[in-house]
């Protein structure tokens, strides 16, 4: 077949990363996530979080202002922003949950129009299921069953949060191996400004083990936190304790032996629970001495002030590795060729309505995110959704909308819409047991927030808006405006997979890296 001399040259002009199709050059497409990250924590306000990096990829695109995740956990987050659908509509309502192959998730969708997909995390709560699951898929019985599906590599860290640091080198080099003639799809997810937080460049809290009343070791509990020690131990019950001058919570502690791990139980305190002492013995049931590895995470907790200066720091530290992974792509002279979507799972509480962390409730410092988009070259659509700046933005509706720009349909089951079309936003959230006390499910549209708490059959109704704080409970007086809800938040609620174990006394086992995140 004679090949004319146009259609070379025309294949030369294409960037290395882009294949011709539809007379166009296909764009890149790369997602971040970053978990816990409030929509005012990059803010412009006066004290907010110092983001040049974020600012500088806004201005060349558009930051929406009233985006809402749709659960304050992250598995859930993530599933419905990658299928465009609900929690309850994926069957993902809670971390650790798998998700039904018949769910289409955006890798698997770029994957089959002819995209390489790579992605690196930092959440042990995204790891691909372990265990069982792992055993049965690599006998061929199941496909993968978590967000890992459709992904040609998707890169963990040995740790439940691995730094940002390190995402960006496995993605990097996972974008590297990538194929040069096909366009890619990456995703990269950061942990930074999650709990519990890093001290950075503050006070440096310290902690010290002991072994049988005799000192071990001391390390930082206001970094990382974590520690691991080889030792011998006898045969025999030995106590193990680890004090400090500030409280300090255990997130995860084990004795491993040559074979299995050593039984351990608690004398003094709980896994997770705030003290300056914390006390556990461990057995040698064995006659011989054994080589064994302590492990522990161990963190101090700070009060609501010194939380809110290290979220700050920690959003910095995220804002410095977005700048990293985006000059790595300028570098590999693919940056104007890619779509850039970024965004949080959910947002994270530091003090108000008493609360620091997530999962617990369903107010907007924890369901309010940001959401940034940076065009690629040529994308003639971009005008239009930017004068979408200020409208109601729900998670699910995020995936359309890529979609749309880049000229490919929508994911199959999608409930979601494209910001480029009409739809309905009326937004919806929800949490559920183990990761809140009770089931908790929200409407809200421009106007109201309804927020029911299933398990104290409790009711709440917010102007958003005049009372953006929520601080203002009107339904005795006003929940008759949005009575259709109510009745919609109950059914879903007893329909929950959670409130049908509860009902039959069943609990659901957690993962071990789960249980250290606080799940």
């Known amino acids: 077949m004679r090949i004319l001399p146009w259609i070379v040259l025309a294949a030369a002009l294409v960037p290395a990363s882009c294949t011709l199709f539809g007379g166009g050059v296909r764009p890149n497409l790369l997602v971040i996530t970053v978990d816990s990250l409030r929509f005012d924590a990059i803010s412009r306000s006066l004290g907010a979080a110092d983001t040049p990096n974020l600012k500088a990829i806004e201005a060349q695109g558009e930051s929406f202002t009233h985006c809402y995740s749709h659960s304050p956990a992250a598995l859930p987050a993530h599933a419905a922003l990658f299928s465009a659908r609900l929690p309850h509509q994926s069957g993902v309502t809670g971390n650790g949950m798998a998700i039904d192959p018949e769910v289409m998730l955006l890798a698997e969708w770029m994957k089959n129009r002819g ?38 590599s998707y890169a963990t860290g040995e740790r439940e949060l691995t730094p940002a640091t390190e995402v960006n080198e496995r993605l990097l080099a996972q974008l590297d191996a990538l194929p040069t003639n096909q366009p890619w799809f990456l995703f990269a997810q950061y942990s930074e400004p999650r709990a519990p937080y890093d ?32 030792l011998v ?17 255990l997130r995860r502690f084990s004795c491993h032996g040559p074979t299995d791990e050593l039984p351990t139980r608690f004398i003094q305190g709980h896994m997770h629970e705030a003290s300056k002492k914390i006390v556990l013995a461990i057995e040698n049931k064995s006659d011989e001495d054994l080589e064994c590895i302590l492990d522990a995470w161990v963190h101090d907790v ?38 850039i979507v970024i965004t949080a799972d959910h947002g994270e509480a530091l003090g108000e309505h008493g609360q620091l962390g997530h999962g617990q409730n ?27 700046k ?23 089951g999608a409930e979601g819409a494209s910001l480029l079309t009409e739809a309905d936003r009326t937004h919806f959230a929800e949490i559920h047991p183990p990761e809140a006390a009770h089931s908790m499910l929200c409407r809200r549209d421009e106007r109201y927030k309804l927020v029911f708490t299933a398990g104290e059959n409790k009711w709440e109704l917010f102007d958003v808006t005049s009372d953006t704080l ?30 049908a174990n509860a009902r039959m006394g069943m609990t659901s086992k957690r993962p071990e890296y789960l249980k250290a995140l606080g799940y």
């Open 115 to 152: 995209y390489s997909t790579a992605a690196a995390v930092s959440l042990a709560s995204l790891w691909p299921p372990r265990a069982e699951d792992a055993a049965s898929n690599a006998a061929g019985k199941h496909g993968p069953t978590g967000i890992e599906r459709g992904f040609g």
């Open 233 to 249: 131990l006898a045969p025999g019950l030995h106590e193990v304790v680890f004090k400090s001058e500030v409280p300090i919570e």
């Open 470 to 499: 929520e601080a203002d409970n009107i339904f005795e007086v006003q929940g008759h405006f949005r009575s259709n809800w109510q009745s919609e938040l109950r059914q879903l609620a007893l329909n929950s997979p959670q409130a």
């Open 302 to 339: 700070p009060d609501v002030a010194q939380a809110r200066a290290r979220y700050r720091h920690e959003v910095e530290a995220v804002d410095r590795a977005i700048g990293e992974l985006v000059a790595g792509l300028r570098q590999r002279g693919v940056y104007e060729d890619t779509l």
């Open 362 to 388: 369903l107010y907007d410092e924890v369901l309010r995110v940001p959401l940034i988009v940076k065009p690629h070259h040529g994308c003639e659509d971009f005008p239009a959704l930017a004068k979408q």
């Open 199 to 230: 001290a950075w460049d503050s006070v440096q809290m310290k902690a010290t083990v002991l072994l049988d009343g005799k000192e071990l070791d001391s390390f930082l509990v206001s970094d990382s936190g974590d520690w691991s020690l080889e």
């Open 390 to 412: 200020h409208a109601p933005v729900r998670q699910m509706d995020i995936v359309p909308t890529v979609l749309d720009l880049l000229g490919l349909r929508s994911l199959p």
